[in-house]
Protein backbone atom coordinates (compact mmCIF):
# COMPACT_ATOMS: atom_id res chain seq x y z
CA UNK A 1 0.00 0.00 0.00
CA UNK A 2 0.95 3.58 -0.93
CA UNK A 3 1.05 6.63 1.41
CA UNK A 4 1.84 9.91 -1.14
CA UNK A 5 1.79 12.29 0.85
CA UNK A 6 4.38 13.11 3.95
CA UNK A 7 6.06 14.48 6.50
CA UNK A 8 8.55 12.45 7.04
CA UNK A 9 11.29 14.33 6.49
CA UNK A 10 13.28 15.72 9.84
CA UNK A 11 13.68 19.06 10.07
CA UNK A 12 12.44 20.58 6.89
CA UNK A 13 9.17 21.77 7.37
CA UNK A 14 6.49 21.80 9.93
CA UNK A 15 6.50 17.90 10.19
CA UNK A 16 9.02 15.65 11.88
CA UNK A 17 11.07 17.50 14.01
CA UNK A 18 13.61 14.91 14.43
CA UNK A 19 15.18 11.49 12.88
CA UNK A 20 13.78 10.10 15.94
CA UNK A 21 10.49 11.07 15.21
CA UNK A 22 10.80 10.49 11.35
CA UNK A 23 11.96 6.47 12.10
CA UNK A 24 8.96 6.71 14.70
CA UNK A 25 6.59 7.76 11.99
CA UNK A 26 7.74 5.37 9.10
CA UNK A 27 7.04 2.56 12.17
CA UNK A 28 3.94 3.43 12.45
CA UNK A 29 3.12 3.24 8.58
CA UNK A 30 4.70 0.11 8.40
CA UNK A 31 2.90 -1.49 10.90
CA UNK A 32 -0.62 -0.45 9.79
CA UNK A 33 0.76 -2.11 5.96
CA UNK A 34 1.86 0.79 4.47
CA UNK A 35 5.10 -0.51 1.69
CA UNK A 36 5.92 2.59 -0.42
CA UNK A 37 6.23 5.97 1.06
CA UNK A 38 6.32 9.11 -0.36
CA UNK A 39 8.22 12.03 1.31
CA UNK A 40 6.83 15.17 0.04
CA UNK A 41 8.20 18.46 1.88
CA UNK A 42 6.35 21.83 1.86
CA UNK A 43 7.91 24.48 -0.69
CA UNK A 44 6.97 27.82 -1.07
CA UNK A 45 8.34 29.62 -4.11
CA UNK A 46 8.22 33.01 -2.17
CA UNK A 47 10.75 31.62 0.35
CA UNK A 48 13.60 30.11 -1.92
CA UNK A 49 14.45 29.05 -4.96
CA UNK A 50 13.88 25.44 -5.94
CA UNK A 51 17.98 24.65 -5.71
CA UNK A 52 17.74 25.67 -2.46
CA UNK A 53 15.15 23.74 -1.68
CA UNK A 54 16.27 20.69 -3.18
CA UNK A 55 19.61 20.75 -1.32
CA UNK A 56 18.09 21.03 2.24
CA UNK A 57 15.99 17.83 1.06
CA UNK A 58 18.70 16.04 0.17
CA UNK A 59 20.47 16.86 3.08
CA UNK A 60 17.09 15.58 5.50
CA UNK A 61 16.83 12.83 3.22
CA UNK A 62 20.68 11.95 3.78
CA UNK A 63 20.27 12.32 7.81
CA UNK A 64 17.43 9.33 7.30
CA UNK A 65 19.07 7.42 4.64
CA UNK A 66 21.54 4.70 6.86
CA UNK A 67 18.29 4.25 9.57
CA UNK A 68 16.06 3.25 6.21
CA UNK A 69 18.53 1.22 4.97
CA UNK A 70 18.95 -0.73 8.38
CA UNK A 71 15.47 -0.66 9.74
CA UNK A 72 13.47 -0.41 6.56
CA UNK A 73 15.11 -3.14 3.65
CA UNK A 74 11.46 -3.62 2.38
CA UNK A 75 9.99 -0.65 2.25
CA UNK A 76 10.28 1.38 -0.97
CA UNK A 77 11.35 4.75 -0.22
CA UNK A 78 10.72 7.91 -3.22
CA UNK A 79 11.31 11.61 -2.84
CA UNK A 80 9.03 14.40 -3.58
CA UNK A 81 7.30 17.88 -2.98
CA UNK A 82 4.01 19.35 -1.86
CA UNK A 83 4.15 22.71 -3.86
CA UNK A 84 2.20 25.88 -2.65
CA UNK A 85 0.38 27.02 -5.55
CA UNK A 86 1.88 30.41 -6.82
CA UNK A 87 0.97 32.90 -8.90
CA UNK A 88 3.42 31.87 -12.00
CA UNK A 89 3.69 28.16 -11.24
CA UNK A 90 2.60 26.81 -14.57
CA UNK A 91 6.31 28.44 -15.95
CA UNK A 92 8.12 27.21 -13.57
CA UNK A 93 11.42 26.17 -15.14
CA UNK A 94 12.08 22.53 -14.82
CA UNK A 95 9.02 21.53 -13.14
CA UNK A 96 9.99 17.56 -13.26
CA UNK A 97 12.76 18.46 -10.41
CA UNK A 98 9.77 19.01 -7.62
CA UNK A 99 8.16 16.02 -8.90
CA UNK A 100 7.54 12.38 -7.18
CA UNK A 101 10.87 10.88 -7.90
CA UNK A 102 10.63 8.24 -10.72
CA UNK A 103 7.14 9.71 -12.32
CA UNK A 104 5.67 13.11 -13.57
CA UNK A 105 3.32 13.80 -10.49
CA UNK A 106 3.58 17.03 -9.46
CA UNK A 107 1.76 17.72 -6.02
CA UNK A 108 0.18 20.86 -6.27
CA UNK A 109 -1.32 22.46 -2.85
CA UNK A 110 -4.23 24.70 -3.94
CA UNK A 111 -5.58 28.14 -1.55
CA UNK A 112 -7.64 27.37 1.22
CA UNK A 113 -10.19 29.46 -0.15
CA UNK A 114 -12.82 29.62 -3.13
CA UNK A 115 -10.53 29.63 -6.06
CA UNK A 116 -10.61 32.45 -8.90
CA UNK A 117 -10.96 31.98 -11.94
CA UNK A 118 -7.30 32.78 -12.36
CA UNK A 119 -5.94 30.03 -9.94
CA UNK A 120 -8.38 27.10 -12.54
CA UNK A 121 -6.24 28.62 -15.42
CA UNK A 122 -3.42 28.56 -13.95
CA UNK A 123 -3.58 24.65 -13.34
CA UNK A 124 -4.74 24.27 -16.77
CA UNK A 125 -1.68 26.13 -18.18
CA UNK A 126 0.67 24.03 -15.84
CA UNK A 127 -1.37 20.83 -17.18
CA UNK A 128 -1.06 21.88 -20.91
CA UNK A 129 2.74 22.29 -20.37
CA UNK A 130 2.59 18.15 -20.90
CA UNK A 131 5.88 18.47 -18.39
CA UNK A 132 3.76 17.08 -15.53
CA UNK A 133 1.02 15.49 -14.44
CA UNK A 134 -1.20 17.84 -11.81
CA UNK A 135 -2.48 16.07 -8.62
CA UNK A 136 -4.10 17.81 -6.12
CA UNK A 137 -3.12 17.76 -2.82
CA UNK A 138 -5.33 17.10 -0.07
CA UNK A 139 -8.93 17.63 -1.89
CA UNK A 140 -10.94 17.14 0.76
CA UNK A 141 -9.60 20.81 2.41
CA UNK A 142 -11.34 22.60 -0.53
CA UNK A 143 -14.97 21.10 -1.11
CA UNK A 144 -16.02 23.67 1.75
CA UNK A 145 -15.03 26.51 -0.86
CA UNK A 146 -15.64 24.85 -4.35
CA UNK A 147 -17.96 23.03 -6.30
CA UNK A 148 -17.67 19.59 -7.13
CA UNK A 149 -18.40 20.69 -10.88
CA UNK A 150 -14.83 22.66 -10.49
CA UNK A 151 -13.02 19.28 -9.91
CA UNK A 152 -14.58 17.45 -12.69
CA UNK A 153 -13.88 20.15 -14.45
CA UNK A 154 -10.00 19.79 -13.50
CA UNK A 155 -10.05 15.87 -13.91
CA UNK A 156 -11.03 16.14 -17.72
CA UNK A 157 -7.94 17.49 -18.32
CA UNK A 158 -6.15 15.10 -16.59
CA UNK A 159 -5.32 16.47 -13.32
CA UNK A 160 -4.68 13.76 -10.58
CA UNK A 161 -7.01 14.12 -7.25
CA UNK A 162 -5.24 13.21 -3.88
CA UNK A 163 -7.65 12.43 -0.42
CA UNK A 164 -6.15 12.94 2.63
CA UNK A 165 -6.98 9.52 4.87
CA UNK A 166 -7.56 11.85 8.29
CA UNK A 167 -11.15 12.41 5.33
CA UNK A 168 -11.94 9.01 5.58
CA UNK A 169 -12.18 8.26 9.18
CA UNK A 170 -15.34 9.41 9.75
CA UNK A 171 -18.22 7.38 8.57
CA UNK A 172 -20.91 10.20 7.80
CA UNK A 173 -18.07 10.88 5.02
CA UNK A 174 -18.49 7.63 3.42
CA UNK A 175 -20.97 8.58 0.45
CA UNK A 176 -19.03 11.68 -0.51
CA UNK A 177 -15.96 9.73 -0.87
CA UNK A 178 -18.11 7.11 -3.09
CA UNK A 179 -19.82 9.82 -4.83
CA UNK A 180 -15.95 10.89 -5.15
CA UNK A 181 -14.55 7.64 -6.79
CA UNK A 182 -17.59 7.20 -8.75
CA UNK A 183 -16.98 10.52 -10.83
CA UNK A 184 -13.48 9.53 -11.31
CA UNK A 185 -12.07 11.98 -8.55
CA UNK A 186 -10.20 9.77 -6.01
CA UNK A 187 -6.81 8.59 -7.47
CA UNK A 188 -4.67 8.64 -4.46
CA UNK A 189 -4.81 8.46 -0.52
CA UNK A 190 -2.15 9.99 1.85
CA UNK A 191 -1.62 10.43 5.35
CA UNK A 192 -0.93 14.43 5.14
CA UNK A 193 1.10 12.89 8.52
CA UNK A 194 3.22 15.57 10.28
CA UNK A 195 4.17 14.11 13.07
CA UNK A 196 3.46 11.50 16.06
CA UNK A 197 0.89 13.29 17.79
CA UNK A 198 -2.27 14.58 17.13
CA UNK A 199 -1.11 14.87 12.96
CA UNK A 200 0.26 11.28 13.35
CA UNK A 201 -0.78 9.03 10.26
CA UNK A 202 -3.87 7.44 9.87
CA UNK A 203 -3.64 5.14 6.96
CA UNK A 204 -5.18 1.46 8.58
CA UNK A 205 -7.81 3.50 10.03
CA UNK A 206 -8.84 5.30 6.63
CA UNK A 207 -8.77 1.64 5.07
CA UNK A 208 -11.22 0.22 7.58
CA UNK A 209 -13.16 2.73 7.08
CA UNK A 210 -13.42 2.45 3.55
CA UNK A 211 -13.47 -1.11 3.32
CA UNK A 212 -17.55 -1.52 2.62
CA UNK A 213 -16.81 1.53 -0.52
CA UNK A 214 -14.18 -1.21 -1.91
CA UNK A 215 -15.45 -1.89 -5.26
CA UNK A 216 -15.65 1.81 -5.85
CA UNK A 217 -12.55 2.89 -3.91
CA UNK A 218 -9.92 0.42 -4.06
CA UNK A 219 -9.90 -0.26 -7.72
CA UNK A 220 -9.08 3.87 -8.37
CA UNK A 221 -6.36 3.15 -5.88
CA UNK A 222 -4.74 0.07 -7.23
CA UNK A 223 -4.73 1.26 -11.05
CA UNK A 224 -2.56 4.74 -10.38
CA UNK A 225 -0.58 2.74 -7.26
CA UNK A 226 0.50 0.25 -10.04
CA UNK A 227 0.63 2.53 -12.83
CA UNK A 228 3.28 5.06 -10.98
CA UNK A 229 4.63 3.12 -8.36
CA UNK A 230 5.21 -0.49 -9.79
Known amino acids: MLDIHTHILPEIDDGSSSVEQSIEMISMLVEQGVDKIVFTPHFYAEM ?3 EQFLERRHEAYQKLLPYLKEQFPDIRFRLGTEICYYI ?6 DKKRLCIEGT ?4 LELPMCKWERSVITE ?3 LVRSEQVIVTLAHIDRYFDFNPLSVFEELARMGVLMQLNADFALEKRHRRFIKKLAK ?4 HFIGTDAHNTGARCPRYEDAMRNLWPLRDYVFGNLSVYEEQFFN
Not at 88 to 93: C, Q
Open 183 to 186: KGLL
Open 88 to 93: GVSVME
Open 123 to 125: VKE
Open 48 to 50: EAP
Open 104 to 107: PLFL
